[in-house]
């Protein structure tokens, strides 16, 4: 499946009617993103989420960023300013394409598996997996990114955005997802992106990721009266065409149990998970 | 789509998160409010629907509202009044009825032969003779007029009675002194015919007529009914048909005076057997208001009016009465020129009954059409404002993974519409169950399923507005997640 997401900078977003944020290119004034993991890397509110929310669709003006001239973003050809684009067109390609992992976790106020019947419900047989009587919203931060990753990860979808995913996670259910995005990148996913303050300094030290380019974002009339306002920030991008070096590595480091032991099992809930 | 498996899922997740712990509660209450206050709103309107069907019913029904007895003062007046007026009443829908008139409180009328009895839709003219036995309760007495198996030959045979119509509770002395009033009466009448009579035929005559009135027997109407309450003023009922003999006694040249004197038979049984043309109206009097010769004045003619009342349609969907003001003007007039009414107070109480009902009728439906329509609006309104404010995190969420903005609003469209549709169902269903389909007619729902038509299709945008922020181009969950 092709899965290529070109932008075109300057990209200018208004948000909430009240400021607009602006993209600049470092070098050049174009970015594609092909398969592979990106990385993106920059302090609090350098406008990371900003980014994949624009990317995924999720935030923004959806069909009239045009209107500010010439950015623009585009997945496999079909840009998200052009005439006759609306938001129904925006939730099929989210439906049909697209895996958001969102920062803030978030569930729907009924049973584990209503919401993954309604979120999700690509796969009739996983669903009876979830429980009828667990509400996800009362159980603790990690669990419910436990519960939503199970949820909202579909290896039927080729590109996964995921907004530190690993933040509440332990060293077991980190594990568990490196496992789940190395399977996926084996069967469908061709692009994803990551954020993570965690594993910031690790990736930038990596040999499989290469320094892509850098975004300077700029943020127009926001908290006009914090005196110093900061007029720009930062966001370096990370790229790792071949990732399945990475995910191996990932999931070596976070084995803490007898390497045997943990792989079998891992394989045995994932099979049963992605086979039934 | 509505019946597809997701769309049954979406709906139930919605339910549930509406019906949810934290805004249970609230949403119950609201629930419950507006099913209250429109449940108690329709039956309402159902019942005075009811109330004022059955007094509309009443009054179109009355029979002693389609006739208006009108007095003559002298056969002169009488003419006159024909002449003048008799067009102008059949341009009003009102007709002279020849066959009776009240003289004295009592009512003369024709008795129609078996023949003519039944309901013949053709004959026109016997309508109003046939309502006028029913308001004087003898439909029964006149049905027994003429005995039975005695018209195989050219003699018929008829009771020699007159109906007491009012006279039910009075005491014997009352009841003989009417009597013996009434066959003076009947003397008195039969004399003033007998002008320009010659000497013997009428001595033959007279003995006839005393056979007549000596033979005449009270009878009852029926018992069970009450006089009309319009009409108790007239006391005794008494067939035209014995004056009908005597005229055509008068008349009849082919028969010998000798053998006129064989011609009308009085048997103990109180019955009188007679040629069977004797009994029906003279010709001279066919099709005739005016009987020419019963010189009986002032008398009371009656005028029938079928389409005084009509049921009429309003522009708001239902029906009420409609008055002929010409006529109830007309008559009004003519009381006031020297034409007493036989009962003036019946015009003016039609026109109350008439405008008290409408009234009535109006009230109930404008009532019925501002606050069904204003909640029909307003809480569906508030159930979807309540839906968008407890859910709109959630949706936008449910939004974020799936394309399903035109679901949801059919849903938060339908869930409000149903159950507007529950009780505009529930509270006519639930009134045929238990009292019938009696007094209760189809027109009873045209309004409610106007009104939930239209607060349906007023709702739709409202409903959609409400949900805006989910329609639009932009889908800003930063915007939308500030809401928790």
């Known amino acids: ?276 | 789509m509505l019946f597809s498996r997701d769309f049954s899922i979406l709906q139930v997740v919605c339910l549930k998160m509406l019906f949810r712990k934290s805004t249970r509660k609230r949403f119950v209450c609201l629930v419950v409010t507006f099913m209250f206050l429109m449940g108690f709103n329709t039956y309402s309107y159902v019942m005075t629907f009811i109330k004022t069907e059955s007094l509309k019913k009443e009054v179109l029904d009355e029979k002693a509202f389609k006739f208006f007895f009108i007095r003559q003062r002298t056969p002169d007046d009488f003419e006159k009044f024909l002449a003048g007026s008799r067009q102008q009443l059949r341009e009003l829908g009102a007709e002279i009825v020849g066959k009776a008139f009240i003289y004295q409180n009592n009512l003369y009328i024709h008795v129609l032969a078996p023949s003519e009895l039944g309901p013949d839709p053709g004959a026109g003219g016997n309508d109003a003779i046939l309502l006028l036995y029913g308001i004087f309760n003898m439909t029964q007495a006149a049905r027994e007029f003429y005995v039975e198996g005695s018209g195989a030959g050219d003699q018929t045979r008829v009771k020699g009675m007159y109906i007491d119509y009012n006279g039910v509770s009075l005491s014997k002395e009352i009841i003989q002194s009417r009597q013996t009033a009434l066959k003076s009466d009947l003397a008195d009448i039969a004399d003033m015919m007998l002008t320009d009579v010659g000497d013997k035929r009428r001595d033959v005559i007279n003995t006839l007529k005393q056979r007549i009135t000596d033979n005449m027997k009270r009878a009852q109407g029926n018992e069970k009914s009450e006089p009309n309450l319009y009409l108790s003023r007239v006391e005794s009922v008494v067939p035209m048909n014995y004056l009908h003999i005597l005229e055509h006694l008068k008349q009849d040249n082919t028969t010998d005076v000798i053998d006129l004197l064989d011609s009308v038979k009085s048997y103990p049984d109180s019955t009188i057997e007679t040629d069977s043309r004797y009994l029906n109206v003279p010709e001279s009097y066919l099709g005739k208001a005016l009987y020419a010769d019963i010189d009986m004045y002032p008398r009371y003619v009656p005028l029938y009016i079928p389409g005084l009342l009509m049921p009429q349609w309003n522009w708001l969907l239902y029906q009420n009465i409609h008055i002929n003001d010409d006529f109830m003007n007309y008559i009004n007039g003519m009381h006031f020129k020297g034409h007493y009414l036989f009962s003036y107070e019946k015009s003016h109480i039609i026109r109350d009954r008439v405008r008290n009902i409408n009234d009535d009728i109006w009230s109930n439906h404008l009532h019925f059409y501002l606050t069904d329509l204003s909640m029909g609006i307003a809480f569906p309104f508030m159930i979807s404002l309540f839906a968008f404010i407890h859910l709109k995190t959630e949706i936008a969420f449910l939004l974020m993974y799936k394309n399903r903005v035109r679901e949801i609003l059919l849903i938060f469209w339908m869930l409000p519409v149903s159950l507007m549709l529950l009780i505009k169902c529930g509270v006519p269903a639930g009134f045929y169950l238990f009292m019938g389909t009696k007094g209760a007619p189809a027109d009873m729902i045209l309004p409610l399923f106007v009104t939930f038509l239209a607060a349906a299709a007023g709702f739709y945008p409202i409903n959609r507005w409400c949900f805006s922020q989910f329609t639009g181009d932009t889908l800003n969950l930063y915007a939308l997640h500030k809401g928790r």
């Open chain 1, 1 to 276: 499946m092709r899965s290529l997401f070109e932008v075109k900078f300057p990209l200018v977003v208004k948000w909430d009617d009240k400021f607009t944020i602006t993209f600049n290119l470092q070098k050049g004034n174009a970015l594609e993103f092909k398969g592979g993991v990106y990385f993106l890397h920059g302090d609090n509110g350098s406008g990371k989420t900003t980014f994949l929310n624009l990317l995924a669709l999720t935030a923004g003006d959806v069909g009239k960023g045009g209107k500010t001239g010439a950015g623009s973003v585009a997945y496999n050809g079909e840009a998200y300013n052009r005439p006759g684009f609306n938001h129904i067109r925006a939730a099929e390609l989210r439906e049909r394409y697209f895996c958001i992992f969102p920062q803030k976790v978030f569930f729907l106020p009924v049973s584990t598996r209503d919401n993954y019947i309604i979120l999700n419900g690509s796969d009739r047989n996983r669903e009876e997996s979830f429980s009828l009587k667990e509400y996800p919203d009362l159980l603790s931060g990690g669990q419910q990114q436990k519960v939503l990753m199970d949820i909202i990860l579909d290896e039927k979808k080729p590109v996964w955005f995921l907004d530190e995913p690993l933040s509440n996670l332990d060293a077991e259910r980190r594990h568990y997802f490196w496992v789940m995005l190395e399977k996926a990148y084996k069967i469908n996913l061709r692009t994803a992106f990551f954020i993570d303050h965690w594993m910031g300094k690790e990736i930038k030290n990596d040999r499989h990721f290469c320094f892509y380019n850098t975004l300077q974002v700029v943020t127009e009339n926001r908290q006009k009266d914090n005196v110093p306002e900061i007029e720009s920030r930062y966001i370096e991008i990370y790229e790792n065409n071949v990732p399945l070096e990475f995910f191996a590595r990932q999931i070596e480091e976070h084995l803490f149990l007898k390497p045997d032991a943990a792989k079998e099992m891992i394989n045995g809930v994932l099979c049963k998970g992605l086979t039934t």
